[in-house]
């Protein structure tokens, strides 16, 4: 198997039919991003920066996180990168850093609300990310976005960080897009009103699937309720990449689904622009891409969304997919 996909790493991803949607890659460390180079990747469609924040003593400064930035900007050789800003708190936690003990570390003191609370420690990584924008087609991705406010408070912190680069004499692309995860059911819900905020969205599924059933992602024992065919999982998709596609920005997926040969249909029906995932999964999710048409697919998905339970959905999934094998 794995020669017949070496075989397929130049090749364009695209149905029989002529649908295009870039393949990319979900890394956190440098490593991955060299799996992810040979198996030709189209860009990085979610870089977890908490690698260079977690098992040190003191935070990251600009100048390390612009050269880590910078460097894989440039690997990727003009192909995009989309970094996304600090996603700590919830099962993520810092030596150096007291984040509180909660209840509910899942909703609480988390990613986008720590660095809006701490701003200098969100500037400093939005200098870096943007002094790095000079070396390759950067993005800005700011996760477990809730509300309107949110994107902007975090929009005027990148303003300011923008303006203190220019007096200091450093390059950036000004042009640099800013998008934000769909991860929360509040996002979703709202998503005609932030697409108007921002350049893109990635619907975060392994977030989404864990907040739209209130099933903690981490804990075995509800694990058989943790369900991404969920009728209601489905909606949230579909109310999410109409209202992208309504307001005519970029529209990707980064979770865990992106790279779910089973949901491939689901994102073809969808029209979606890009699929981020672990890069082991680019070169058999390409392989599927290659056989199936966007018009079967929306036919499947047309059906699927008929289906009153999980159980029929993928009943209908696994008989589509062997009917390709
Ligand atoms: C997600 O929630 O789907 C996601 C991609 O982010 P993470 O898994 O890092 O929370
Ligand atoms: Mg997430």
């Given amino acids: ?67 880590v930035y910078r460097s894989v900007a440039e690997k990727l050789a003009g192909r995009p990168l989309i970094i996304r800003t600090l996603d700590i708190g919830g099962d993520k936690q810092l030596d150096y850093f007291e984040l509180p003990e909660e209840e509910n570390p899942f909703l609480g003191y988390r990613a986008i609300r720590i660095c809006l609370d701490k701003p200098e420690l969100f500037k400093t990584q939005l200098r870096a990310i943007l002094r790095a924008s000079a070396f390759g087609k950067v993005k800005i991705m700011y996760p477990l976005i809730s509300s309107v406010e949110e994107v902007q408070t975090a929009n005027s912190l990148l303003s300011d960080a923008k303006r203190e680069l220019v007096e200091e004499g450093h390059a950036y692309d000004g042009d640099i897009e800013v998008g934000i995860m769909i991860e929360l059911p509040a996002a979703v819900m709202i998503a005609d009103l932030l697409a108007k905020e921002v350049d893109f969205f990635s619907i975060g599924t392994n977030d989404l699937v864990q907040f739209t059933l209130a099933v903690d992602r ?92 999980s159980r029929s959905i993928h009943e209908m999934l696994a008989s589509f997919q062997s009917m390709q094998q």
């Fill in 218 to 309: 981490m804990n075995d024992q509800i694990s058989h309720l943790y369900e991404p065919y969920h009728p209601a999982v489905l909606r949230m998709l579909k109310f999410t990449v109409e209202a992208a596609k309504q307001a005519g920005i970029h529209i990707g997926v980064c979770g865990e689904m992106a790279g779910d040969l089973k949901a491939l249909p689901i994102w073809l029906a969808l029209d979606v622009d890009e699929l981020s995932m672990s890069p082991h999964a680019i070169l058999p999710i390409k392989e599927r891409l290659l056989s199936l048409t966007q018009q079967d697919s929306r036919s499947l998905f047309s059906e699927i969304l008929t289906c009153r339970t």
């Fill in 1 to 67: 198997a794995s020669q017949r996909l070496k075989g397929i790493v130049s090749f364009q991803p695209v149905t029989q039919d002529g649908k295009e949607i870039e393949l990319g890659a979900n890394i956190s460390s440098l490593k991955e991003l060299d799996i992810a180079l040979a198996s030709g990747t189209s860009g990085v469609g979610l870089f977890r920066t908490e690698f260079l924040y977690m098992d040190r003593s003191r935070l990251p400064m600009e100048e390390e996180q612009f050269e």
